[in-house]
Structure formats: structure tokens, C-alpha cells
């Protein structure tokens, strides 16, 4: 079945030290966003890649990297940088840079915890 | 630029109550229109779209209409059950070039039996 799959499900590190978390689809879609949501809260968009070699930062980019080099995976490192990591990471997919009629695809999220 | 307005939560109803979440949006044209709901620890789900003014969106017994004139498309559904308690978040894809979807803030749903 075809699908987003993020991993792993709960990961921690310690302060200072870098993470990446994995973003996989087999959905052939073009479109991939990381979002992050806190305890209570919405989601807040930190980077999104219409295309291969092609990315645009989102509202809270500062502290956070990515790369696209694959169609079907969408990296994102919390590197040292961001003050304030613990969180759950939500990675989403959509069939074209027009989410118009689509919508997107979400994988089922990494809780980070930083100590 | 675009926006959603959730109503803000929690919600809590007793088993088999009617219920609505009220969302409106402000966007240029003719946004689609989307709601999502996210159980404990999971990721969010697409439960219902809509794509054109008047559209009804339903699954699962829940239904949304999109009404152009009052800007809105509240959820709503008949009689719910306890395994419906999830935060339910409005979406809309704006129709102003490639721009990620703009959420509500989402509305935290409780059902007690």
C-alpha cells in the first residue's frame, strides 16, 4: 500500500546534538512539508519541496535543515540551532505544488524529545 | 492573506449528541475546503473535502457544506461516538499559486459514554 512513512516513532537525543528525522513516500507525489505541532497547538509549517534539489522555508525554518534529493524522501536535521526541539514532527505529501482538490498525505509522525 | 477560524476547544459531549465545529475562512476565489481529524499520537487523516461553493463533503457520518456566501464549512455529524474524540483540524488550499495548505488551529474533541 502506498503511503508516507516517518521514522522512527519516538526518538531522543541529547541538548547540542543534531537529529534527522526520516520522511519515505511511495505515493509518487511531488510535493513533501514538514510540519511541527507542540502540546495543545496547531501545526506550523518549517520547510516544504515542490521538486527535486528544491526547497522553501516555512514559518519556523530558523534552526531546522532539509535536503530533497530523492523524489520520494524529504529529510529533516533539528540542529543545534533550534532552541527548542521537543515536539512532534509531522511529515505530509501531496501530488502536486497545487494542493487544490488534493489535499495532503500524512505520515503518522516522530516525537522528539530532547534532554 | 488566506486564513481559518476554528472555534476553540475542547469540546465535550456525552455519547450519541450532535455535534458542530464551526470553521469560516477568508481567501480570494473559490479555495477547496478540507477536514482533518488526528487521534492521540497519530498523524492527521483527511476526513472530508470539498471543492466548489455548495459541495457536501461526508464519511464516517460526518458531513460538511460549503457555503461561499457566509465563507464557512462547518462540521458536523449526528450522533457521536467515543471513538470519534480526536482534534479535528479545518484546511483550505488557497487558489493564489503553490502555496502550502493554511490550517485552523484545531478543535480537540472529547465523547464521554
Known amino acids: 500500500d502506498g503511503g508516507i512513512t516517518q521514522s522512527p516513532k519516538y526518538l531522543f537525543r541529547k541538548e547540542g546534538q543534531n537529529v534527522t528525522l526520516s520522511c519515505e513516500q511511495n505515493?509518487?507525489?511531488?510535493?513533501m512539508y514538514w510540519y511541527r505541532q507542540d502540546p495543545g497547538q496547531g501545526l506550523r509549517l518549517i520547510y516544504y519541496?515542490?521538486?527535486?534539489?528544491?526547497?522553501q522555508k516555512g514559518d519556523i525554518a530558523e534552526g531546522y535543515s532539509v535536503s530533497r534529493e530523492k523524489k520520494e524522501s524529504f529529510p529533516l536535521t533539528v540542529t543545534s540551532a533550534q532552541k527548542n526541539p521537543t515536539a512532534f514532527y509531522l511529515c505530509?505529501?501531496?501530488?502536486?505544488?497545487?494542493?487544490?482538490?488534493?489535499?495532503?498525505?500524512f505520515g503518522s509522525g516522530t516525537r522528539l524529545t530532547v534532554v | 492573506g488566506d486564513s481559518v477560524t476554528q472555534m476553540e476547544g475542547p469540546v465535550t459531549l456525552s455519547e450519541e449528541a450532535f455535534l458542530t465545529i464551526n470553521c469560516t475562512y477568508t481567501?480570494?476565489?473559490?479555495?477547496?475546503l478540507f477536514w482533518y481529524v488526528q487521534y492521540p499520537g497519530e498523524g492527521l487523516q483527511l476526513l472530508l473535502k470539498?471543492?466548489?461553493?455548495?459541495d457536501k463533503g461526508s464519511n464516517k457520518g460526518f458531513e460538511a457544506t460549503y457555503r461561499k456566501e457566509t465563507t464557512s464549512f462547518h462540521l458536523e455529524k449526528g450522533s457521536v461516538q467515543v471513538s470519534d474524540s480526536a482534534v479535528y483540524f479545518c484546511?483550505?488550499?488557497?487558489?493564489?499559486?503553490?502555496?502550502?495548505?493554511?490550517f485552523g488551529k484545531g478543535t480537540r474533541l472529547s465523547v464521554i459514554a
Open positions: 505530509a505529501s501531496s501530488p502536486a505544488a497545487s494542493t487544490a482538490g488534493y489535499g495532503y498525505t
Open positions: 505515493l509518487n507525489h511531488d510535493a
Open positions: 519541496s515542490h521538486i527535486v534539489n528544491d526547497f
Open positions: 481567501a480570494t476565489g473559490y479555495p477547496s
Open positions: 470539498a471543492t466548489k461553493a455548495d
Open positions: 484546511a483550505l488550499s488557497g487558489i493564489s499559486g503553490n502555496t502550502p495548505l493554511v
